[in-house]
C-alpha cells in the first residue's frame, strides 16, 4: 500500500476542507471493507485518506415531520437492518439481509454499501474501470458483466445491493461540498452514471463532495427485493429486482420496478411497470412483467443466462411485494 496522510474530522465542514478537487487525491474512508482492499491493491492510490466515521451529524437516524426517513451515510448496515423505522420497507431489509456476512453488515455503512466500487475483475485486476474502452469486457469473460446499458465502453455492473431499492423506494441523496455552503439533494437515481472515460466514475459525485444522509420517502405502499444468487454465504447476486407497488382495490395503480447487477447503474425499467400498471398481481402478470423487463436486453457472448434470473427477480419481487409465494427461496 502507497504511505497516505490520514484525517479524522469531527464536522461536515472539516470533512469538505480535506477533500480533494483533483479526483484520486483523496479517498473517504467509511467501514472500509472496500476501500482498503483498493488501496492494498494500489487500484485507488489516494495522499490522503479522510476518515468520517468520527462525525456525529453522520450518524443518525431520524423521522421527518413529512414522515420522511433520514439515514446518516456512516448508519451500519446491521443498525439499520434492526432499526424500527425500517420495517415499512421490507426493500431495503431484504437487500441488507442479502449481505450475507455479519462482519460485514456491522462493518459496511450506507454511504459505504452505495458507493461501493464495481466488483469488475477488469477494474479489480487494474485494467481500469472501462478495461480498455470496453473492450476487454466485449471480448472477454464478461459471464457477470452487464445485460442493459452496456452499448458504450462501461460493461461492468453496479454492485450496490441497496441501490435498486433505494431508487425503487424514490430516495434522495443529501450531498455536500465542494463549498461550506454548497448542499444539494438529488433522486438515488441521479447519484449513478455509466462513465465515458476512465477520468469519470461510477457515481456523478465531485471529488470534493459527501453523501451525508440518504432520505427515503414515508412508505405507503407495498415494496420487496429479490436476489437471485448462486447459493448461500457471502457473494454478489447474479440478478436482483426491487419493487414498490402502490395498489388500490386490488389493482396496481404504480409500479416502480429498478432491477440491480444487469447494468451499469440500478436499472429503472419503466417497460416492466407498464406492464403491470392496471392490473392485480398475480402469478400471470408478475410474470408478464418479468418478461417486459427483459425485451431491450443486450446480453453479451457469456451472460445470457442473467435474461432469464433477471425475469425470475422481477416476477418474484413482485409476488413477494404483494404477499404472495415466490416459489423462490
Ligand atoms: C471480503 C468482502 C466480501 C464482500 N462480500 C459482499 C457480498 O457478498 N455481498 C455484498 O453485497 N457486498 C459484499 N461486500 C461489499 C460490502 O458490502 C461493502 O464493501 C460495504 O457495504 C461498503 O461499506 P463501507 O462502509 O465499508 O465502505 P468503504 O469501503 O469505506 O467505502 C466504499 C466507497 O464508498 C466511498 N464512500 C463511503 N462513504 C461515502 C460518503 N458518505 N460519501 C461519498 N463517498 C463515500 C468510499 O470513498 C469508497 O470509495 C464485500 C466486501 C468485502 C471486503
Redesign the pocket.
Known amino acids: 500500500m502507497k504511505n497516505f496522510e490520514y484525517a479524522s474530522p469531527r464536522t461536515e465542514a472539516e470533512v469538505l476542507s480535506l477533500l480533494s478537487s483533483q479526483a484520486g487525491h483523496t479517498?473517504?474512508?467509511?467501514?472500509?471493507?472496500?476501500?482498503?482492499?483498493?488501496m492494498q491493491a494500489q487500484i485507488?492510490r489516494p495522499e490522503r485518506v479522510v476518515n468520517?466515521l468520527e462525525v456525529p451529524s453522520?450518524k443518525t437516524i431520524e423521522q421527518l415531520d413529512n414522515g420522511v426517513l433520514a439515514v446518516g451515510?456512516?448508519v451500519?448496515?446491521d443498525v439499520l437492518l434492526d432499526h424500527p423505522y425500517l420495517t415499512p420497507y421490507p426493500a431495503l431489509k431484504q437487500a441488507i439481509e442479502?449481505?450475507?456476512?455479519m462482519q460485514?453488515?456491522c462493518?459496511?455503512?450506507?454511504?459505504?454499501?452505495?458507493?461501493?466500487?464495481p466488483q469488475c475483475w477488469f477494474f479489480r485486476q487494474g485494467r481500469g474501470l472501462l478495461a480498455g474502452g470496453g473492450k476487454l469486457a466485449a471480448e472477454g469473460d464478461n459471464r457477470f458483466h452487464a445485460i442493459f446499458g452496456n452499448h458504450g465502453a462501461a460493461k461492468f455492473v453496479s454492485?450496490?445491493?441497496l441501490a435498486p431499492a433505494l431508487v425503487a423506494l424514490n430516495a434522495q441523496v443529501r450531498?455536500i461540498g465542494p463549498g461550506e455552503a454548497d448542499e444539494k439533494l438529488m433522486s438515488a437515481e441521479q447519484l449513478y452514471r455509466a462513465p465515458r472515460h476512465e477520468a469519470e466514475r461510477e457515481?456523478t459525485?465531485l471529488p470534493n463532495?459527501?453523501?451525508?444522509h440518504l432520505l427515503i420517502p414515508a412508505s405507503t405502499g407495498f415494496n420487496a427485493t429479490y436476489e437471485v444468487r448462486h447459493g448461500a454465504?457471502?457473494?454478489?447476486?447474479l440478478a436482483s429486482a426491487a419493487v414498490s407497488l402502490q395498489i388500490e382495490g386490488g389493482i396496481v395503480q404504480d409500479a416502480r420496478i429498478v432491477l440491480g447487477h444487469v447494468a451499469p447503474t440500478p436499472w429503472l425499467s419503466l417497460d416492466a411497470a407498464a406492464e403491470l400498471v392496471g392490473k392485480p398481481v398475480t402469478e400471470e402478470t408478475a410474470a408478464a412483467a418479468g418478461a417486459a423487463a427483459v425485451v431491450a436486453a443486450s446480453p453479451l457472448s457469456n451472460n445470457e443466462y442473467k435474461v432469464q434470473l433477471t425475469k425470475i427477480a422481477v416476477k418474484r419481487a413482485i409476488l413477494r411485494a404483494a404477499g404472495l409465494e415466490t416459489g423462490g427461496l
Open positions: 479517498e473517504i474512508l467509511a467501514g472500509g471493507t472496500d476501500l482498503i482492499g483498493l485507488v468520517i453522520l451515510a456512516v451500519t448496515l442479502g449481505i450475507a456476512s460485514l453488515q462493518q459496511g455503512t450506507l454511504g459505504g454499501e452505495v458507493l461501493q466500487r454492485n450496490s445491493r450531498v457515481h459525485l463532495q459527501l453523501v451525508t454465504g457471502p457473494d454478489y447476486p
